[in-house]
């Protein structure tokens, strides 16, 4: 670290008309300004600020009276040139930032074209949708001709519906998957990434080493003889297969919305980080494996942390769910935008839940973490729906089901009649998965009340988030991005990439020891239209307002 009380290395020259910026107003303006570099000086008395035009020249001792001492310069810090240029160059977009997929379509087709059009890597949520939903989907955004991605999330309850999600996506072409929730690889996820010549992209979500480490790992040489066997890959492709690693990118999934182990990202980040890094060196791929970082990714603060952790991209979810692209109701948009960081909890995730596996939901203005928690232990501890008491089939009827459990059950068959017959030729078989069935049916249903703000259901409205959202609110508290309705997935993502660049310049001059006052810095939230110059295609070009010299 450099005082500003030490001795100076170079030196910076008034010539040719140059000054300096002194004032709070002026600094603000003039680091506000990413595209030029920063000259800090210092003058006889200590005092710090910003030169303009002049030389710099470098020398230990004082060339001259008309000099001021340099105590660093800024380089310039264009949100383009966040994070790795592989992972913009892999996927084709401009930024090193990713929408995160949100299950039942919340991250919607209108989501992922918003993400794209601003500059993102967008992923559809594709988790609980039927194969023909999500086909519709994914020629809508296939007629854009822009980067996306869609979610394939694994299923162990489903793996015919997992399966029939790989076959769409290579059969329609869809060069990038966003893997989410696998325990292990399974052979679908396998079958994906061998496909398609080495064209095909998984990004791999994980909160645990040991499942990060099968994704940065070639495909089990049985998962892949079996697909051999089986006919669905050829003998050269599971050789090529073999050579690389599953995922072409891992992103860190901390304490996020959904399924997640809660995993602080300080903790949780270098440790995959350096994994990916033994991976590398052990394995010799020719292509680095990028590792990001999602869960909490909601202010600039975040974002600045995630760069100087080393992160290659960032992931956001949960703020994401309250703009106006996403596929849910003005209700939950309402609820989201009203949010502390304490405002959520865990509770029985519907599609693990035989497993006891939970996610992360909102619990301010519902009920549902609570109703879902009790379904579980009377799963758990009770084989069939006759055994439950009959106080507790009452409560589950007239609170949970608002019907008899008879009347849940003809809902369930049909369903199950079209999504997977085999789950009710088991549920004949046993009873104990005839009443999981059902229980998912609350499960189930509780998100797709939400997504459509069903009246008379707000209490059992599940709501995925994390607690990102709550510090995002309070950020944007008292501004226009306060309401649900002024947030965009590009005005949210814009103002977490430009934010993290004056963070990261601050976080320099810092180390620096420059004790410049929070009125020295811009403070976001920023309109989009001030944010425009920094996001706009290359060709166009803005005016920056120039701050006075002093």
Avoid at 52 to 80: F, H, K, M, S, Y
Avoid at 224 to 242: I, M, P, T, Y
Wanted: charged content about 20%.
């Amino acid at each position: 670290m450099q005082d500003v009380s030490a001795k100076s290395a170079s030196w910076w020259l008034a010539e040719g008309g140059g000054g300096c910026i002194w004032s709070a107003a002026g600094i603000r303006v003039a680091l506000g300004d990413l595209s030029r570099e920063v000259i800090i000086v210092r003058d006889e008395t200590g005092r710090c600020g910003i030169a303009r035009g002049g030389r710099v020249i470098g020398n230990t001792e004082q060339p001259q009276v008309d000099c001021l001492a340099v105590i660093g310069v800024l380089a310039p810090l264009e949100p383009w040139r966040l994070g790795h240029p592989a992972f913009r160059n892999t996927f084709g977009v401009r930024y090193a930032y990713m929408t995160g997929a949100m299950a039942n379509g919340i991250a919607s087709v209108e989501l992922v074209q918003a993400a794209s059009q601003a500059g993102f890597l967008g992923s559809f949520g594709a988790a609980g949708l039927s194969l023909e939903r999500i086909e519709a989907a994914v020629e809508r955004l296939q007629r854009e001709e822009r980067p996306f991605c869609v979610n394939l999330i694994h299923s162990p309850q489903e793996p015919a519906w997992e399966w029939g999600v790989a076959e769409l996506l290579v059969r329609r072409g869809v060069r990038c998957v966003e893997a989410s929730a696998f325990l292990e690889l399974t052979p679908a996820i396998v079958w994906y990434a061998a496909k398609g010549n080495g064209q095909h992209r998984v990004i791999a979500k994980v909160s645990r080493e040991e499942v990060a480490r099968q994704f940065l790992s070639p495909p089990p040489d049985g998962i892949l003889g079996e697909l051999v066997s089986s006919g669905r890959l050829s003998e050269a492709e599971a050789q090529q297969a073999a050579r690389r690693p599953v995922a072409t990118a891992i992103t860190v999934e901390a304490d996020s919305g959904g399924h997640t182990d809660n995993r602080p990202a300080l903790a949780l980040f270098p440790v995959i980080a350096k994994l990916a890094d033994q991976q590398q060196r052990q394995q010799r791929y020719p292509e680095r494996v990028l590792v990001g970082l999602g869960g909490g990714i909601a202010t600039p603060e975040a974002v600045a942390a995630a760069w100087a952790m080393g992160a290659d991209y960032v992931v956001t979810g949960s703020v994401n769910q309250a703009c106006v692209e996403a596929g849910t109701s003005e209700a939950v948009r309402t609820m989201l935008a009203q949010a502390g960081i304490a405002d959520m909890t865990m509770a029985p995730a519907a599609d693990m839940f035989e497993m006891g596996v939970k996610v992360q939901v909102l619990k301010r203005g519902t009920l549902f973490a609570m109703r879902a928690q009790r379904l579980y232990e009377l799963y758990r501890n009770y084989d069939s729906w006759d055994n439950i008491p009959a106080s507790e089939r009452h409560w589950v009827e007239q609170t949970c089901f608002r019907q008899s459990f008879a009347a849940v059950w003809q809902e369930v068959e049909a369903y199950w009649q079209r999504r997977d017959p085999e789950q009710l030729v088991r549920a004949q078989r046993e009873p104990k998965h005839r009443l999981a069935l059902a229980f998912r049916w609350y499960l189930g249903m509780s998100s797709r009340w939400a997504n459509r703000g069903e009246r008379g259901r707000e209490l059992d409205y599940q709501v995925w988030c994390g607690p990102g959202l709550g510090a995002f609110n309070c950020w944007v508290r008292g501004t226009a991005l306060a309401a649900p309705a002024a947030r965009t997935v590009a005005a949210v993502g814009w103002n977490l990439l430009y934010g993290s660049c004056i963070m990261l310049r601050r976080l320099q001059l810092r180390l620096w020891g420059i004790p410049w006052s929070d009125e020295c810095f811009p403070r976001g939230p920023w309109p989009v239209e001030q944010l425009q110059r920094w996001f706009d295609t290359p060709e166009r070009v803005y005016k920056c307002e120039e701050p006075a010299l002093q």
